[in-house]
């Protein structure tokens, strides 16, 4: 049985003369339990909405998605966040005038994974980060991994990333490529990644390329990244800036 199923699922927004746009068009997806998942494609093509979709950030207005055989499409974020989904953004949000520790042991929950371990993981030091209240001083890699860490504490179903590479640099990105595969070792939890990097897709079980709002394919990593290193790119559906290369802060 799928962990996640999304069924015909379509999302429009109103563009600046109030028309309906279609973000997703008709996208059915499954995910099953203890896999990864990478999700890539063109810039814009409507990755981050698949994913901001299933959390109930951006609701669908067609179609159905069913955890567990559930229908959750009416359920807000919240409600979907208790029943095990949780989603790392772009951009992270800030939490201004929390300390660090306090943050993940609110996302902790019931969860017995540790702490300490999980700042580590993502390449902060606790004796540094735990007391430290967040504000304008930590900058965009800093809250990157905070984020990363809150959600990577918690006992998840399905994980949700989006680009967690972005504002990092080699050595936590190295950190993070760990942690993934740790967690896919030694839990259950499905991860979903919307990413371009070529080390993230090498740990997929499963890779769907997303353009202009559609599932152009399916695919298992070996046969995308032999196209994406051979020197005939003509019949790739991404183009060498899609492939993307790791960068610092």
Known sequence: MNLLEMKNVGVDIKDDVNNNKEILKDVSLEF?????????GPNGGGKS???KCIMGIMPQNTGKIYLDGEDISDLSIVERSKKGIGYAFQTPAKFKGLKVGNLLKLAKGDSENSIEQTLRNVGLNPEEYLNRSIDNSFSG??????????ILIQDLKLALFDEPEAGIDLWSFKLLIKTFKRLNRFTDTCIVIISHQERIMEMANEIVVIDKGEVAQKTVKNKLLSILNSNDLDNCELTCCERGELCGE
Do not use: D, N, P, Q
């Not at 099953?32 to 890539?40: M, P």
């Open 32 to 40: 099953e339990a203890g896999k990864i998942y990478v999700i890539t």
């Open 49 to 51: 909405t698949l994913a």
């Open 141 to 150: 890699g800093e809250l990157k991994r905070i984020e990363l860490a809150s």
